[in-house]
């Protein structure tokens, strides 16, 4: 049976998005093609009907990654002022939440580590969706009138991935609870968010 091109493009899509998701949950070099083909509901078999090679697949599940990532940014630019979208971005960033889901959320804190052993065109998708979600950060902040903006959300996102990561590896809760609130409470003061200013 021959499938017409949309139908093609969505198979993709659904196997890239259980792809995004074991690389959450296992990382990128952990990732068993069998195992989200079938999660996909395909075969082995259809897998280079969609990717020239397993390097391939990774760097479009990264893609598909980043995809999402800046699907949870956008919707917290879509609600209101800058100041209130930055305000719901960081707090979702730096959330327990957040930092326990491990089926979706931003991929930095799961890819960071693995960016360098990664195959080039990984790397590549890497460091265009790292571009992408510090544009969509400076926007706001060039709204609220931050002067160079672009290297400021740099750093804000450089400062809530590392934050992210340390709450995901400490054991104690409290502990992790408390990494996440002081880099929020932190980044709202630098950028004048803070509800006391």
Not at 105 to 117: H, Y
Not at 165 to 176: F, G, I, N
């Amino acid at each position: 049976m021959r499938y017409d091109a949309e139908h093609k493009q969505k198979t993709r899509e659904r196997v890239l998005k259980e792809a995004a998701k074991a690389i959450r949950a296992q990382g990128p070099h952990k990732v068993g093609v069998a195992e989200v083909m079938a999660k996909a509901g395909l075969t082995h078999g259809g897998f280079y009907a969609h990717f020239a090679s397993k390097d391939d697949f990774i760097a479009a599940a990264i893609g598909q990654m980043f995809v999402e990532g800046q699907e949870r940014l956008s919707q917290a630019l879509d609600k209101g002022s800058p100041r209130e979208a930055l305000e719901s971005y960081i707090d979702f960033y730096l959330s327990p939440a957040h930092r326990d889901s491990r089926s979706s959320g931003c991929p930095l804190p799961f890819l960071s580590t693995d960016a360098p052993r990664l195959a080039a065109p990984s790397r590549e998708r890497f460091a265009l969706g790292v571009e992408r979600l510090t544009a969509g950060l400076a926007g706001p902040l060039a709204a609220l009138g931050h002067p160079d903006a672009f290297e400021e959300a740099g750093s804000v996102l450089s400062e809530m991935v590392g934050a992210v990561t340390l709450a995901r590896a400490e054991p104690d809760p409290t502990k992790s609870d408390f990494i996440l609130a002081r880099s929020r409470a932190s980044i709202r003061r630098r950028l004048g968010l803070d509800r006391s200013s």
